[in-house]
């Protein structure tokens, strides 16, 4: 992971992008300054609280992820480039816009050199073109490919990363042109998951992802892809258990990335219902649920520690925590209900993490609360609000109320509180930095969570503290007084702890 902190001022995302006059070469446009960036600029501001972040020990952990410098990817010979391990060092970014302004081009681009910053690359520069289609052979046109070459030779690049999802036969043909590895954004976002993944359950849902990627891109060059075996494979009598008459390498790797991928599906089917066991308790003692929702780095994690002191790992980069965490918290008038923090989204997620992260994303669907955070200081906020709720479409969750939370309020100006009110009136403006708005949020999701709504007045004795304790976990006690026989209650409860308070009812009354 490399941290805008290791890095001078002038040496953040921006700057590598952005290579000077000097180093331009013809033809090709670079991203302008003043655009986007999906990382934060001022490293100071990503600094974490340790008084509501926690201690944070995961992070050299983390860091020790850092890719190692001076493995090249280079390709002398491009039958190589099939089974190499992805590693970036030293990138040139391309793209296509069909439509949108420059600017929205130029946003993109800048996501995908945080997304590559975030992988561990060095991004040396980019270059966009303007085409109605991309061409249908080498992505950006014969003679841009021809030209894009030159730039990789004279920049020292190892490797291409295309802002889009290349068919595999572009790919193909856009590494014979440049000689050296082209991935997409697929590809990178897959590598960060992989990464970024702890959880066994998120190690086998990020490996079912990329399987689901490579299976259609393996590739076949020359003899090695080509040999045929008999039935006696080797002499050794092996032929019929390692490898079918007749058979090529290649259709070889495709049966066992077919058998692994069963074996994976097999495994995160076994792991749902440990979780829904957990679901199902929460719902049998009716403790409501709120998921926190939102584009990655829009500072979902630093929200969840702010309300929860929950300690999960806060960093400025893009797709720092992918596991769901869950904590509970309880409102002003001592309701319990749980936060969820969620993986992140991003435009054109790739839809092989959607399918495998379902089960994940099925805290968002049985949520009863939504809070949707968005950054405020991000240049494009609209286009993160679209992206995030074509995703909770996606999972089913359109119906649950929803909270817009307008994140990093620090950062965000006068002027531009403005026209963040215009995309959403009501959104909430806070700042898990600073703690600015945290109340008026905490009071929206109590409003909006589910209420108790049986008024019963109770006398329990005062041998059962358990039922006391029940209906302040999972009620709402309205009024409490002792008496000679025991405690007397009134308070609010829900249908489905109704009955277990039935032998105790003084007077039971209509719904408030």
Same mark, same amino acid.
């Given at each position: 992971?490399?941290?805008?902190?290791?890095?001078?001022?002038?040496?953040? *995302?921006?700057?590598?992008?952005?290579?000077?006059?000097?180093?331009?070469?013809?033809?090709?446009?670079?991203?302008?300054?003043?655009?986007?960036?999906?990382?934060?600029?001022?490293?100071? /501001?990503?600094?974490?609280?340790?008084?509501?972040?926690?201690?944070?020990?995961?992070?050299?952990?983390?860091?020790?992820?850092?890719?190692?410098?001076?493995? +090249? &990817?280079?390709?002398?010979?491009?039958?190589?480039?099939?089974?190499?391990?992805?590693?970036?060092? #030293?990138?040139?970014?391309?793209?296509?816009? /069909?439509?949108?302004?420059?600017?929205?081009?130029?946003? +993109? $681009?800048?996501?995908?050199?945080?997304?590559?910053?975030?992988?561990?690359?060095?991004?040396?520069?980019?270059? $966009?073109?303007?085409?109605?289609?991309?061409?249908?052979?080498?992505?950006?046109?014969?003679?841009?490919?021809?030209? %894009?070459?030159?730039?990789?030779?004279?920049?020292?690049?190892?490797?291409?990363?295309?802002?889009?999802?290349?068919?595999?036969?572009?790919?193909?043909?856009?590494?014979? =042109?440049?000689?050296?590895?082209?991935?997409?954004?697929?590809?990178?976002?897959?590598?960060?998951?992989?990464?970024?993944?702890?959880?066994?359950?998120?190690?086998?849902?990020?490996?079912?992802?990329?399987?689901?990627?490579?299976?259609?891109?393996?590739?076949?060059?020359?003899?090695?892809?080509?040999?045929?075996?008999?039935?006696?494979?080797?002499?050794?009598?092996?032929?019929?258990?390692?490898?079918?008459?007749?058979?090529?390498?290649?259709?070889?790797?495709?049966?066992?990335?077919?058998?692994? $991928? +069963?074996?994976?599906?097999?495994?995160?089917?076994? $792991?749902?219902?440990?979780?829904?066991?957990?679901?199902? #308790?929460?719902?049998? #003692?009716?403790?409501?649920?709120?998921?926190?929702?939102?584009?990655?780095?829009?500072?979902?994690?630093?929200?969840?520690?702010?309300? &929860?002191?929950?300690?999960?790992?806060?960093?400025?980069?893009?797709?720092?925590?992918?596991?769901?965490? =869950?904590?509970?918290?309880?409102?002003?008038?001592?309701?319990?209900?749980?936060?969820?923090?969620?993986?992140?989204?991003?435009?054109?997620?790739?839809?092989?993490?959607?399918?495998?992260?379902?089960?994940?994303?099925?805290?968002?669907?049985?949520?009863?609360?939504?809070?949707?955070?968005?950054?405020?200081?991000?240049?494009?906020?609209?286009?993160? %609000?679209?992206?995030?709720?074509?995703?909770?479409?996606? *999972?089913?969750?359109?119906?649950?109320?929803?909270?817009?939370?307008? #994140?990093?309020?620090?950062?965000?100006?006068?002027?531009?509180?403005?026209? %963040?009110?215009?995309?959403?009136?009501?959104?909430?403006?806070?700042?898990?930095?600073?703690?600015?708005?945290?109340?008026?949020?905490?009071?929206? *999701? +109590?409003?909006?969570?589910?209420?108790?709504?049986?008024?019963?007045?109770?006398?329990?004795?005062?041998?059962?503290?358990?039922?006391?304790?029940?209906?302040?976990?999972?009620?709402?006690?309205?009024?409490?007084?002792?008496?000679?026989?025991?405690?007397?209650?009134?308070?609010?409860?829900?249908?489905?702890?109704?009955?277990?308070?039935?032998?105790?009812?003084?007077?039971?009354?209509?719904?408030?």
């Amino acid at each position: 992971m490399i941290e805008p902190t290791e890095h001078d001022n002038d040496d953040d *995302v921006v700057a590598r992008v952005l290579a000077s006059a000097e180093s331009k070469a013809a033809g090709y446009s670079l991203f302008r300054s003043g655009s986007a960036q999906a990382l934060q600029a001022d490293s100071s /501001t990503a600094e974490s609280d340790e008084g509501h972040d926690g201690a944070q020990q995961d992070r050299e952990d983390r860091n020790a992820l850092r890719r190692v410098p001076s493995l +090249s &990817t280079e390709l002398e010979d491009v039958t190589e480039v099939e089974y190499r391990q992805l590693r970036l060092e #030293n990138v040139v970014l391309i793209g296509l816009y /069909t439509q949108g302004t420059v600017a929205d081009a130029e946003n +993109s $681009m800048r996501e995908l050199a945080a997304l590559a910053e975030t992988a561990g690359a060095t991004v040396l520069d980019g270059l $966009m073109q303007r085409r109605a289609k991309p061409d249908a052979s080498t992505y950006l046109g014969k003679g841009k490919a021809e030209e %894009l070459a030159g730039i990789v030779k004279a920049m020292g690049a190892d490797t291409v990363i295309a802002d889009t999802e290349l068919a595999p036969s572009q790919r193909r043909a856009l590494e014979d =042109v440049v000689k050296v590895k082209v991935i997409d954004r697929t590809a990178v976002i897959l590598d960060i998951f992989s990464q970024h993944a702890k959880s066994r359950e998120g190690k086998a849902q990020v490996e079912l992802a990329q399987l689901e990627y490579l299976l259609p891109r393996l590739r076949g060059w020359g003899d090695s892809m080509s040999r045929q075996a008999g039935g006696q494979v080797g002499g050794a009598g092996a032929g019929m258990g390692s490898r079918g008459p007749g058979e090529t390498k290649i259709e070889l790797d495709r049966r066992r990335i077919h058998t692994r $991928m +069963s074996r994976l599906r097999k495994q995160i089917l076994e $792991m749902k219902p440990a979780r829904e066991a957990k679901r199902a #308790n929460r719902k049998r #003692n009716s403790v409501p649920s709120v998921a926190i929702v939102g584009y990655t780095n829009a500072g979902k994690s630093s929200l969840l520690n702010r309300i &929860t002191r929950a300690g999960v790992l806060v960093e400025n980069s893009l797709f720092a925590t992918l596991d769901a965490t =869950v904590r509970k918290s309880t409102t002003a008038d001592g309701r319990l209900y749980t936060l969820t923090d969620t993986v992140g989204f991003v435009r054109n997620l790739p839809h092989q993490l959607v399918e495998a992260f379902r089960s994940t994303l099925e805290e968002v669907a049985d949520a009863d609360v939504i809070v949707h955070v968005v950054d405020g200081s991000h240049p494009d906020p609209a286009s993160q %609000l679209s992206t995030v709720r074509e995703v909770i479409g996606e *999972v089913g969750a359109r119906d649950i109320p929803e909270i817009v939370v307008f #994140n990093k309020a620090d950062l965000v100006g006068e002027d531009d509180r403005l026209v %963040l009110r215009g995309l959403w009136p009501q959104g909430i403006f806070v700042s898990a930095r600073t703690g600015e708005g945290i109340e008026e949020l905490l009071a929206a *999701v +109590s409003e909006l969570l589910p209420r108790p709504k049986i008024e019963l007045r109770l006398l329990i004795p005062y041998e059962r503290g358990d039922l006391i304790a029940a209906l302040h976990d999972q009620g709402q006690v309205l009024s409490t007084d002792y008496v000679e026989t025991g405690t007397e209650v009134t308070a609010l409860v829900t249908p489905d702890i109704q009955a277990q308070f039935g032998p105790f009812i003084v007077r039971p009354s209509v719904s408030a």
